[in-house]
């Protein structure tokens, strides 16, 4: 999925060639634009310490295009200095995490136990029992195979005929209610344009502006020809300000309910919303390993939804809870965080939302699920083997009881206890790792490579033992690292306001995780 798109020019092409316009129409005027061009960084996961560095090692980073580091500490924030402890923020319980995600799990968390209960790794360890792995369908796009498919037949996968017809009707509808009173009338959007349009916003991902209007500059030193094929620059802008995905007399009545419990704060986007989800599950079946975690969609709009998490790289916006394939990253399933009052049920939002994400009537079982300490809590894992899911992830520090690491315990030293079906496993790397898993063994031989200082104070390589949990969470957890996705949308956010926000968001998601992921699993 995250392969260049220059490898296969011709899933932008497609719709290059659908959106051409006619010359009479390529009128460019100047203007200037209120968007916010300043890029999204990579989503990363907070959980780990990728910048540090100890006395007894030299942390070499490798190198990624989309900046993913390779995954090391699990329990650190990158923000915390090693000589300081972690601030707490006022008001929080020694409970709570400062990442800005509430609470994650219920008290019962915590990992009963003295030091002296836990194991090292010389005393041998059962393999748990697994299920079968049962998906409902053959893992992998639900595609015919004897077809062959094009970018946008793909595309029109995800985004059907009657969702363009819904979304023209609506947009139309809209455009005409606010150019009332206006001396220029309002000019239909067709089918032909709509598609011209996402064309453009999938090439503003790609190639980057400081300004809208400087996708249509004529200057001699810097032009870029494609826009001006495609559509005029007045056409694109107002496009963008009349589309709309519901019908403007459902938000009215709507908004008459504000206040109320019959109050929708989705309405506006509803008719997207289901449709992209639906597509997204029935087009691909995840392969064996999945991931949850949050994307967070950048936004400065006044809006209740808007969510703040202290430590990612975009820290106001709209977050969402997105279940992806941690082989190519597809999103299989998601849901915009609405607050804790909509989906609270005592247990926590951790574990509620990857109750709501996991739909086992279409997912099937033997699934292996990872996740990071924000969603890790013994009470979840125990629920999700009872309905055949594998769990492994990160957990809090702060869920045993004593210390289970000596201060200066050496570079690959781990500990375990196993509580029925839960293992839980201390590994010492830069810092001690604590992880929870109902799939893994505490140890089986396997080593990583790190660079230690030696008594002689010279560097070499060295094999260190690692718990299999910690190398399978390494190698799973987060493929869907925002990645094209944050690239397509960087281009138009800025002060987009929410409704179309989340109109491009689930453009981006449909195009970039799905047509695209499908689109790359067909390549030989």
């Not at 295009?65 to 699990?74: H, Y």
């Not at 924030?77 to 000589?83: A, F, I, L, Q, V």
């Not at 289901?274 to 079946?285: D, L, R």
């Not at 206890?417 to 929870?436: A, K, P």
Request: glycine share 6%; aromatic share 12%.
């Amino acid at each position: 999925m995250m392969a260049s798109l220059n490898e296969h020019p011709s899933f932008i092409e497609d719709f290059s060639e659908l959106s051409q316009c006619s010359e009479e129409d390529q009128t460019l005027e100047d203007g200037s634009s209120d968007f916010d061009m300043d890029s999204e960084d990579c989503f990363e996961d907070p959980d780990f310490d990728c910048g540090q560095t100890s006395d007894d090692s030299e942390w070499e980073l490798e190198v990624y295009n989309q900046k993913r580091p390779r995954l090391t500490s699990p329990i650190s924030s990158p923000t915390k200095s090693p000589g300081r402890s972690p601030r707490r923020l006022p008001g929080r319980s020694p409970g709570q995490s400062n990442r800005g995600r509430g609470k994650a799990a219920s008290p019962d968390a915590a990992i009963s136990g003295t030091a002296a209960d836990w194991h090292d790794m010389d005393e041998p360890d059962v393999e748990p029992s697994k299920p079968p792995f049962k998906p409902t369908r053959t893992p992998g796009p639900q595609l015919i195979n004897s077809s062959t498919y094009s970018p946008l037949q793909l595309f029109n996968l995800f985004f059907t005929s009657s969702v363009m017809q819904t979304i023209l009707a609506n947009s139309n509808a809209y455009g005409e209610l606010k150019s009332q009173g206006l001396k220029r009338a309002w000019k239909a959007i067709t089918e032909h344009e709509l598609y011209a349009f996402i064309s453009l916003v999938i090439y503003m991902g790609f190639v980057k502006c400081s300004a809208i209007s400087d996708y249509w500059c004529k200057s001699a030193v810097y032009s870029l020809p494609l826009p001006s094929k495609i559509m005029p620059r007045r056409r694109f802008q107002a496009i963008l300000a009349s589309l709309h995905l519901s019908h403007p007399q459902v938000d009215a009545e709507n908004e008459k309910k504000k206040g109320t419990p019959a109050y929708d704060c989705l309405c506006k986007i509803k008719p997207l919303y289901g449709q992209i989800v639906e597509a997204c599950k029935s087009n691909f079946q995840p392969f064996q390993s999945i991931a949850i975690d949050e994307r967070m969609v950048k936004s400065k709009s006044r809006s209740k939804l808007k969510q703040y998490m202290k430590d990612k790289p975009t820290k106001w916006g709209y977050k969402l809870f997105v279940l992806a394939d941690s082989s190519c990253g597809y999103t299989w399933n998601f849901f915009i965080y609405e607050g804790k009052a909509v989906m609270e049920n005592g247990k926590g939002v951790g574990y509620d939302s990857v109750m709501k994400l996991l739909d086992q009537k279409v997912l099937g079982t033997g699934y292996k699920l990872f996740v990071d300490n924000f969603y890790t809590s013994p009470k979840l894992f125990q629920d999700l083997l009872k309905s055949k899911i594998l769990a492994c992830g990160t957990i809090r520090r702060n869920r045993t009881e004593g210390k289970i690491m000596a201060k200066k315990a050496a570079r690959g030293t781990i500990h375990w206890i196993r509580q029925n079906n839960l293992l839980f496993v201390s590994w010492m790397d830069t810092r001690e790792v604590l992880m929870c898993s109902t799939m893994h063994k505490a140890f089986d031989g396997d080593t990583v490579k790190r660079r230690i200082k030696g008594k002689n104070k010279e560097w070499s390589l060295v094999n260190v033992p690692v718990p299999p949990a910690v190398k399978e969470y390494n190698q799973y957890v987060m493929f869907f690292h925002f990645g094209l996705f944050a690239f397509f949308l960087s281009s138009l956010l800025g002060h987009i306001v929410f409704l179309r926000l989340v109109a491009l968001t689930l453009w981006s998601l449909s195009v970039l995780t799905g047509a695209w992921g499908v689109w790359t699993s067909l390549m030989p």
